[in-house]
C-alpha cells in the first residue's frame, strides 16, 4: 500500500529564516505531487503541483518554492520567511488525475 | 476562479443520528467530486467520491448524493459516532484540467453530542 510523509510534524522558525519542508511517498511510481497551505479554520489552498522529477506548476506568486529531485520526494523551500508563511501545510499525491491522498502535515508558526 | 462552498460552518448532531452535510459547487465543468474528513491536527482523509455519471454512492455508512442539475453535493453519515466528529471537505474537480489541484470548499465542523 502506498504510504506519504511529510517532516517535521511542527516548526517554530523566526521571521526571515529559511524553510524547508519534505515530503516522500511509499508504494507506487511517478505520482503526481501536491503543496497545499491552510490557514487556521479554513479550507486548502494550492500552492504548487508536480507531475514528475523537476516539473513544478506555481499556483500562486509567494515568497515560497518547490522541488522535485526525485521521483517520490517534494520539497517546499523558503529563502526567508514571512509571519503570513505561518499555517498547516499538507503534500499529498494522486495517480490518474483523480483522488489526492494527503500526509499528516506540517505546522509551521513563524515568530 | 469558481469554487466550491458548504452551507453550513458547524453541525452538531446527536450519537446515533444520521448527518447530512451538504456542498453547492459552481463550476460546471466539474465531473469529479470527493468528500474529506479532517481531524484536529492531521491532514485530510479521504472518504468517498463520485463521478459526475452517477448520482449517489454508498460507502460503509456514507452515501455521497449528486445533484447536477442544482449543482448541489452532499454527503450522509449514518448512525453517527464520536468518531465522525471532524471537519469535512467537498473537492471538485474537472478532469479536463490536468494534474492541478482540487478545488476546495471551507468545510463544515460536525459535532456529536453524546
Known amino acids: 500500500s502506498q504510504t506519504i510523509h511529510q517532516w517535521p510534524a511542527t516548526l517554530v522558525q523566526p521571521v526571515g529564516s529559511p524553510l524547508s519542508l519534505e515530503c516522500t511517498v511509499e508504494?507506487?511510481?511517478?505520482?503526481?505531487l501536491y503543496w497545499y497551505r491552510q490557514a487556521a479554520g479554513r479550507g486548502l489552498q494550492l500552492l504548487f503541483y508536480?507531475?514528475?522529477?523537476?516539473?513544478i506548476s506555481s499556483e500562486v506568486p509567494q515568497n515560497l518554492s518547490a522541488s522535485r529531485p526525485q521521483d517520490r520526494q517534494f520539497i517546499l523551500s523558503s529563502k526567508k520567511l514571512l509571519l503570513s508563511d505561518s499555517g498547516f501545510y499538507l503534500c499529498a499525491w494522486s495517480h490518474h488525475l483523480r483522488t489526492q491522498y494527503f500526509g499528516p502535515g506540517t505546522r509551521l508558526l513563524v515568530l | 476562479g469558481e469554487s466550491v462552498g458548504l452551507h453550513l460552518p458547524t453541525l452538531s448532531v446527536q450519537e446515533g443520528d444520521n448527518s447530512i452535510i451538504n456542498c453547492a459547487y459552481s463550476n460546471s465543468a466539474s465531473d469529479y467530486f470527493i468528500w474529506y474528513k479532517q481531524e484536529s491536527g492531521k491532514g485530510p482523509q479521504f472518504i468517498i467520491d463520485?463521478?459526475?455519471?452517477?448520482d449517489k454512492r454508498q460507502g460503509q455508512r456514507v452515501t455521497v448524493l449528486l445533484n447536477k442539475t442544482v449543482k448541489h453535493l452532499s454527503l450522509q453519515i449514518a448512525a453517527t459516532q464520536p468518531g465522525d466528529s471532524a471537519v469535512y471537505f467537498c473537492a471538485e474537480k474537472w478532469s479536463g484540467g490536468g494534474a492541478d489541484g482540487l478545488t476546495f470548499g471551507k468545510g463544515t465542523h460536525l459535532i456529536i453530542q453524546p
Open positions: 463520485i463521478r459526475s455519471n452517477m
Open positions: 508536480s507531475v514528475g522529477i523537476g516539473q
Open positions: 508504494g507506487t511510481s511517478n505520482p503526481n
